[in-house]
Structure formats: structure tokens, C-alpha cells
């Protein structure tokens, strides 16, 4: 695929970017290059390569996937004007 000139306007408008009409022809250059060098990386063969996250090998600490309360009701509840059962008591907004 190239780039010309109405392709790098209607990339400058999409992405946002102010780009004068003088500097349109070496965007497209720019846009160009990318490409082929997208290509040439295209080119490469990936098949037993590993997918990877990080480039040093770790393992990811894991815990118990179990639902709590989080033990933290009585904290809450001492910010609290006032509470009753557990609960925050707060003014009726509805009659």
C-alpha cells in the first residue's frame, strides 16, 4: 500500500494532528517507511517463538480466589455519623 498526499491529510485529521499542506508529502514519506518496515518485520518467522509479556521469565504471584467482606466492617462503620446493624443510617430523601 502507499500513502500519498489525500491518505496523510485524512490520517492528520483522524489522529487529531495539525499538519500544514507544505509537510504533507513528508508524512507520506514517513508513513511509507513505517509500512515497509512493518513489511520486512512481517517477514520474519515467529512460528516457535514463544508469546511472552516480559522480557525477564516471571511467574505471577497467585492467591485464593474466595469472596470476603474484607474484614473491615467495624472500621467502616467508625467513620460513620451513625450506623445500626451494620448499616449506615442516613436521612429519608423519599416521602
Given at each position: ?55 525477564t ?5 497467585r ?33
Amino acid at each position: 500500500m502507499s500513502i500519498d498526499r489525500n491518505v496523510s491529510r485524512r490520517v492528520a485529521h483522524l489522529a487529531r494532528i495539525a499538519v500544514p499542506e507544505s509537510e504533507l508529502d513528508s508524512l507520506s514519506g514517513e508513513l511509507n517507511r513505517i509500512l515497509a518496515f512493518m513489511d520486512v518485520l512481517g517477514e520474519a518467522d515467529t512460528e516457535d517463538v514463544p508469546a511472552m509479556t516480559s522480557v525477564t521469565p516471571m511467574d505471577l504471584k497467585r492467591r485464593k480466589d474466595e469472596v470476603t467482606d474484607g474484614n473491615y466492617s467495624a472500621k467502616i462503620m467508625s467513620n460513620a455519623p451513625e450506623s445500626r446493624e451494620g448499616f449506615f443510617v442516613v436521612p429519608k430523601v423519599v416521602e
